[in-house]
């Protein structure tokens, strides 16, 4: 039995890789349910290029990626690797923003490439309800004349 206060994962759930798990790891997002989202994805991983991509930007943004920079500064600065005002590790960060900025569009393409899978599929869903709609409406009307003429054929005063 679990001690008071601690909460059990749901019954079918995988139980944690361990506890900093959550706090270190990059935090692995459960695949899309949308078909056209599926599909995408699909082509997306397609090319290595991409996979390595969305590898590195999951990764840059999680918590490791910020833990391995405050130890690796500390150990550079507390190692006295070099001395104040620390020219190579500025070109070495500086390096790093470049590449990770060019990261961050890669993952912000990659997401409006997302979005307008969703808008187009949803533009679809709209058009074929409209038809939908259309054909309701004519059925509507079909109905409103048979009923107009059963009407109209029964409140006739019978024939002598």
Known sequence: MAPAGT???????PPAAGPLHGWVLPVKLPPPIN???VKHAEQRAKYAQNRVADRITS?????????????WFGCWIGFG???YPFGLLTMIVSLEAIFLS???????NRADAKRQVIADQQWQTVKEEGRQNQELL???????????TIHAETSRPPAA
């Open 59 to 71: 990764f840059a943004g999680s918590m490791a990626f910020v833990y391995i920079h405050i130890i």
């Open 138 to 148: 004519e059925l509507s009307r079909q109905v409103l004349e048979l009923t107009k």
């Open 35 to 37: 078909p056209a989202l």
């Open 81 to 83: 690797v070099e001395k």
């Open 7 to 13: 909460k059990r994962p749901a019954a079918g759930t």
């Open 102 to 108: 060019t990261f961050v569009m890669i993952s912000q």
